[in-house]
């Protein structure tokens, strides 16, 4: 446990300074070009390399000793970072030279996650397997929370070199953490699937362990569409609040958000979750289902903060017990494999979302509920008409949507009973 502390709290500095970094850094591409399309690139730059990346980062973190990975990782990410620093202080940093750093530190970060989640499981007992998923939820809702503040502050006192300079700083005391502590070996529990210096073969071994265990890939499902309506709703919640609401109030709204991230990660952290983790799983996604339909509802900043509360609360619970579920199933030599699909999925399912939430909005959904519109005497009689409305409706159909994907999950025996079949590869 000593050793996970440790990490840990590098791990947490570290997302705090890159946060910091990746907001400024977004403002300040927005303040000198003035465009939406090149400050949402930055979004995309930061998720695509972690989707073409994961494959092979799976295959490293189970080859090659995942201490190195993870040090070795971080030394890229924060390189990636130093030269941006140096670009600004000799006068010729440009836009192309961000997209550049920001994909690279991307890329070195997609290394080393999956090696850091099989690392986890290596270091903590099963029976607590949710509570330091939790730990690590922690990490991102006090980055998600504290970086746009503190961001916008520190670019007016220490300006956007100062950032740079600050998580540089952050890089090197997670690297100090990190040399700080020794990992053990892992186990060979499963037979190698191909020579190790065919290392493209890696990609497949994760797919195919999940494809075979019914259960897993299901949960994996399952999850893919939770965050695809999560993503849905990140994109579109600032256009459906600010309809109806001042961006002061909204700036409010969100910190609410946060503040019900950070109790759901204190929350789990300190439950552990229980011993049917699977419930957890089914219990809050159905609440984060809810509360998005309910969102779409109504234009009500009291109902609306609610549920930006409640839904955020139900985030770290669900990651931290499906996480959880995963580690304790998978054998020992192939987890960061499978860790590296299930984070590709993932991010695909996002990045699908990030892709189709504007143009859905837009061109589909908004155009429905305009004054005259096909679903004003209908539809628009019970949500009201008018900016914001098509987008309120398509928060209710994916809360809807995801209420549906739920309730048929719980009735699959197979997915019901993912954590009794296949047996635990670690014993509780």
Known sequence: MRTFIIIWIGQLVSLLGSGLTGFALSIWVYKNTNSVTQFALISVLTMLPNIIISPLAGGLGDRRDRRKVIILSNCGAGLSILSLT???????????????ATAASSAFNALQWPAYDAVVTQLIPPQHLVRANGMFQLGLAVAQLISPVLGGFLLVTIQIQGVFILDAITFVFCLVMLLLVR????????????PKNLLW?????GWHYITTRRGLFWLLILNCVYHFVEGIAVVLSTPLFLSFTSTAVLGTMLSIGGSGM??????????GGGKRRIYNV??????????????GL??????????????FFSLPIVVSSRQAIFQSKIAADVRARVFAVNRMLINLSLLLAYLVAGPLADHVFEPLLTINGPLAGSVGKIIGVGPGRGIGLLFIIMGMLLIVTIV???????????????????SQ
Request: hydrophobic content about 50%.
């Open 183 to 194: 990992l053990p070996k892992p186990i060979t529990t499963t037979k190698a699937e191909a």
């Open 408 to 426: 048929t999950s719980y009735l699959s025996p197979r997915l019901r009973l993912v954590e009794s079949e296949p047996p635990n590869v670690i």
């Open 201 to 205: 073969h890696d990609t497949l071994v």
């Open 298 to 311: 109504r234009r009500d900043v009291v109902l609306c903060s609610v549920a930006i509360f409640l839904h």
């Open 262 to 271: 950070i109790l759901g990660t204190a929350f789990i952290s300190t439950w």
């Open 86 to 100: 140096l670009l600004f202080f000799i006068g010729h940093l440009e836009i192309w030279h961000i997209y550049i």
């Open 282 to 295: 089914f219990g809050f996604m159905l609440l984060s289902g809810l509360c998005m339909l309910v969102a």
